[in-house]
């Protein structure tokens, strides 16, 4: 048996339990779903969550809620990522439990995953660690926390990923709508209909993304100051960037970093 069938295996094996895997199962693994529900923890680096429609971006101390077979997979470019997966059965959920979306782990949460640090396997119903895992998951929806927004839509048009591919590494340029149209050879107006078009957002929309998705990772991952990530990635006023930044993730470039 493959990866992930073992995985997929281990999930479902008991429908009614609740499972807690602490080891690093899903990184990296071709899409695939669970019968069950999933509450995904992040702590360390950014976690990069792949479906058809979008790539959504969970920065460390977020997690995401992936409703009952919802097709996923999970990547990461950080050596120092740590996840939790908590896998809860599910009858009939609406609103919340039934969308996808990621929000910031709260102070009461934080406490009881800790208390909760070194629980491993599954869990059954009539167990006090099954009735504190089902608190645990029912106070997710009570806390009424704003989402994380970083969702890049994907597309399987080649002609629009390669002009997104000859971009994304020049960030730190003056990019426009004009000189990428000139560049790939196309009018103004026909790669704003195809940006539209395919992935449904504009041009300034995703480069911004874009941007400030680069600067998460450089927050993580160097010691560069603000400004100088700001110029890093294209953005000539520290407070636009600032600005934008914290448009994107309900947090000001500062506040992510002592995050």
């Known amino acids: 048996m493959d990866i992930l069938s073992q995985l ?22 071709p899409a695939h779903q669970h019968d069950k529900a999933q509450l995904l923890l992040v702590y360390g680096g950014i976690a990069y969550l792949q479906t058809a429609e979008k790539d959504f971006y969970i920065p460390s101390n977020h997690y995401i809620w992936i409703p009952k077979n919802y097709p996923h997979n999970l990547m990461f470019n950080t050596q120092d990522l740590y996840i939790i997966n908590i896998y809860f059965p599910e009858k009939k959920v609406s609103g919340f439990y039934d969308e996808l979306g990621i929000y910031p782990v709260s102070k009461l949460l934080a406490e009881m995953l800790s208390f909760s640090e070194k629980w491993q396997g599954d869990y059954y119903k009539g ?50 709508l004009e000189s990428i149209a000139q560049q790939s050879g196309m009018s103004v107006r026909s790669l704003t209909r195809l940006f539209q078009t395919k992935l449904h957002i504009t041009f300034v929309q995703y480069l911004k993304m874009l941007r400030i998705i680069r600067a998460m990772e450089l927050i ?8 100088e990530i700001a110029y890093e990635i294209g953005y000539l006023n520290i ?8 448009q994107l993730t309900n947090m000001r470039p500062t506040e992510f970093k002592t995050k």
Do not use: C
């Open 127 to 176: 167990s006090w660690e099954f009735e504190f895992l089902s608190t645990l998951k029912n106070l997710l929806s009570k806390e009424n926390l704003r989402k994380f927004s970083i969702q890049l839509p994907t597309t399987d048009d080649q002609r629009l990923n390669v002009i997104i591919d000859s971009f994304r590494n020049r960030l730190n340029e003056n990019l426009s």
């Open 8 to 29: 997929i295996s281990s999930v479902d094996k008991n429908p009614d339990s609740i499972l807690v895997m602490r080891q690093q199962t899903e990184q990296r693994l």
């Open 220 to 227: 993580k991952d160097t010691d560069l100051s603000m400004t």
């Open 239 to 246: 407070s636009a960037f600032s600005n934008n930044f914290h």
